[in-house]
């Protein structure tokens, strides 16, 4: 700098005087040279942009800061094809994904790590650096041994490809474009350059070296130095702290208020110039009109995701207008709560100045050193200093006190993402009996899914249809799934009456599932129907009992047509709540023994969980019969009957029978005496007479509904022979 320049050559020709008088010329000179012409420090929203354009200014980070980088490499959007199967006999579809691989410069310094990234503005990789869209990811540190990225290298050409040193990047491979609108998104880092706090004062001086000596111990949470990065960084961070600035004759020295201050004697003041006399320490005060009333201070707040917070101080007495700071640094909300607190001090405080003169042994003085003056209890900053006649006159602007205390500060609300980790894939591959309206004509199994941990978003869905000898993919899952396990046995209950006897306590996933109440109503319109085992039941009240546990009651039983159930529950079976947008569907080829499904999802690793189902199809099979018993006729026959059910038509309509959803009403009975050979019918009613052999005191009898895709499950029941029908 000038001043460093000047000071040294007067050094050599006049010793003290002359250094002295170098410093003050220098000083003078400074401010030409170094006279404002535009910020040239960050402002806020610099970090907020992503960027590829050359010539653009990459920033040195200090701390921790949320910056979105320049794009310096990328390659072409890379196009997959898939076909996916939509059953049997039904062509295939192309579908097409995309994905890009490029990087992200950062800083102009060495950083340490890489915390959060956001994409559009959400969270593409949480704090324990779990992604949530499938991508390779690398990060150069910028250090002085840096090698080639390969993948770059792999692109570009042996001996073509830039290390980058002294250059943090980042580099994403065939990054996931599906959930972007397959474009690349904007994206912002969480760099963390220097772990925890740093001190003003250690900023200042990795900038500028050897020319400036920095001792501002206060400490930020982060600081991006942009552009004329010296200059910038002591304008920009002297809008956080109060210190002074001045020319030591050997390099510029910046220190912070607290400094000890040069003492300006008794003796010292009231100079005489020729005849001119002049006051001691004569003061001047401007009016108290052209102070604001409030400050407000502009910042990044790191609890709000490094989003613009702002701070305010207020003082009774000024105009009635607010004064702004933009403070492009990561504060805590309470140290920028300090700051706008001390700078409306300062700011105060400086409408007192003054001029005093100075005998010439008083030369050392120069601009920006802090003096106590005798007389004065206020500490003063030296604003201008000229020599003539050998007077030194300096003119003080008088500073604030300042405070140590740190005042309480309220960060304000934000919209936070989510951060918990993706973690892995649990689902249930469920064979659903008939839920909605209509007859299905297809097997069609439903993916309940969900995480482990609720940042669980979703997994790709494969299916095999050979014994897991090959897959295809069958799409995703759908919104996360209430899924669970039962903590219990549900005891036996009656699926013709609400269940009021029986209870089951139920433990779910993670602790971002809850359940809750229904009323009739609901009940009737479907809520709360969820696959306990095999059985769909139905509960009036969730209770709560902590630690993601409810315990279910007021239960209704054998939902849609799984009375077969009600009697095989065990402790740590399956519990599904059935939700139309939480259930994904997967249609399979009729008649096929096994079906086997994979979820594939970023947390689930090289072993992703599978799920087999034998003999798929539920939904294609009649309902089992009703109401089957058995009245002896007079003439010893047995006279059976039952009620015919549809896997259509759930909804109670009056004076209306069931619609029969099938080609034909047909049943097949089979009648087994204890002694004797067994009887099998098939009949078109549902009715049938008996005749039992000779010696028979019991039968066993079962009816099954013939449908177009196979026989419903059996309605069964016991007839003792010898006590009457």
């Known amino acids: 700098m000038a001043t460093l320049i000047l000071s040294t050559v007067g050094g050599l020709f006049g010793g003290k005087i002359g250094r002295a008088v170098g410093a003050i010329a220098g000083n003078l000179i400074d401010r030409k040279l170094f006279a404002p012409k535009g910020r040239q ?266 989003q613009q917070g702002v701070q305010r101080a207020r003082r ?48 050392d003085l120069v601009p920006g050193q802090r003096v106590a003056v005798a007389g004065s209890p206020a500490l003063w900053r030296v604003d201008a200093v000229t020599l003539d006649r050998m007077v030194i006159e300096a003119d003080l602007v008088r500073l604030s006190e300042g405070g140590a205390v740190i005042p309480n500060a309220d960060p304000g609300r934000g919209l936070i993402q989510n951060d918990a980790p993706h973690g892995a894939t649990a689902f249930h591959l469920i064979d659903l009996p008939p839920i909605e309206a209509g007859v299905a004509s297809m097997p069609h199994l439903v993916v309940a899914a969900a995480g482990v941990s609720s940042g669980w978003r979703r997994a790709a869905l494969l299916l095999s249809i050979d014994g897991g000898a090959s897959w295809e993919e069958a799409g995703v899952t759908a919104a996360p799934a209430i899924i669970g396990a039962a903590d219990a046995v549900l005891g036996v209950g009656s699926a013709c009456l609400i269940d009021e006897a029986n209870s089951v306590e139920v433990t779910l996933l993670n ?50 047509g799984t009375q077969w159930a009600i009697a095989g529950h065990g402790a740590g079976e399956r519990f599904v709540l059935i939700e139309r947008d939480a259930l994904a569907a997967i249609t399979v080829p009729p008649s096929l023994a096994q079906v086997m499904v994979m979820a594939v999802g970023i947390g689930d690793g090289a072993m992703p969980p599978t799920r087999t189902v034998l003999h798929p ?50 049943y097949r009975l089979t009648v087994t005496p204890d002694v004797g050979a067994a009887e099998q019918v098939e009949t078109m009613v549902g009715a049938h007479l008996y005749s039992p052999p000779a010696g028979a005191t019991s039968l066993t009898v079962s009816v099954v509904q013939i449908g177009i895709f196979g026989p419903s499950r059996a309605a069964v029941i016991m007839i003792n022979l010898t006590s009457g029908a």
Not at 344 to 349: E, S
Not at 637 to 664: M, T, Y
Request: glycine content about 12%; overall charge positive; proline content about 4%.
């Open 41 to 306: 420090g960050p402002r806020l929203g610099d970090l907020a942009f992503q960027s590829s354009q050359y010539g653009a200014l990459i920033p040195k980070l200090y701390g921790t800061n949320r910056v979105s980088g320049t794009v310096i490499w990328a390659t072409d959007l890379r196009e997959d094809r898939k076909k996916v199967s939509n059953g049997k006999g039904q062509p295939k579809t192309t579908t097409f994904s995309y994905s890009a691989s490029f990087a992200v410069a950062l800083s102009a310094r060495r950083i340490l790590r890489i915390g959060r990234i956001w994409a559009d503005g959400n969270l593409l990789r949480g704090s324990a650096g779990d992604f949530k869209v499938a991508t390779g990811f690398r990060l150069h540190d910028g250090g002085a041994a840096q090698g080639v990225d390969p993948l770059i290298a792999s692109a570009e050409g042996r001996g073509r490809a830039p290390a980058y040193r002294g250059l943090a990047y980042v580099v994403f491979e065939n990054l996931q474009l599906g959930d972007f609108g397959n474009r690349i998104p904007s994206l912002s880092f969480e760099v963390i350059a220097d772990e925890g706090d740093v001190s003003v004062g250690a900023i200042i001086n990795d900038l500028a070296g050897r020319a400036v000596g920095a001792d501002c111990p206060t400490r930020i949470g982060g600081y991006a130095a942009y552009g004329d990065a010296v200059r910038g960084a002591v304008e920009t961070l002297g809008s956080a702290i109060a210190f002074s600035a001045y020319d030591d004759g050997m390099r510029l020295r910046v220190t912070e208020t607290g400094a000890q201050a040069a003492a300006i004697t008794e003796a010292d003041l009231g100079a005489v110039r020729g005849e001119e006399r002049s006051a001691r320490l004569p003061i001047e005060r401007r009016s108290a009109s052209t102070i604001p009333e409030t400050l407000s201070i502009t910042y990044y707040e790191p609890s709000r995701d490094y």
């Open 617 to 666: 199809g539920q939904a294609l099979r009649p309902i089992a019969p009703v109401h089957l018993c058995a009245e002896r006729m007079g003439d010893g026959r047995i006279g059976l009957n039952w009620v015919r059910r549809s896997r259509d038509g759930w909804r109670w309509i009056d004076s209306v029978d069931a619609p029969l959803a099938e080609e034909q009403e047909r």
């Open 316 to 363: 009774d007495g000024g105009a009635r207008r607010e004064a702004k700071i933009e403070l492009p640094v990561v504060l805590a909300p309470e140290i920028a709560k300090q700051i706008a607190e001390r700078q409306l001090d300062r700011i105060w405080a400086a409408r007192a100045s003054a001029k005093i003169r100075l005998p010439w042994r008083r030369i």
């Open 511 to 560: 602790a971002a599932m809850t359940l809750g109440n229904a009323d009739a109503a609901g009940l009737d319109a479907g809520r709360n129907l969820a696959m306990l085992g095999d059985e769909l039941i139905q509960f009036r009240t969730a209770l709560p009992l902590g630690n993601n546990r409810y315990r279910l009651s007021g239960l209704y039983r054998g939902r849609r």
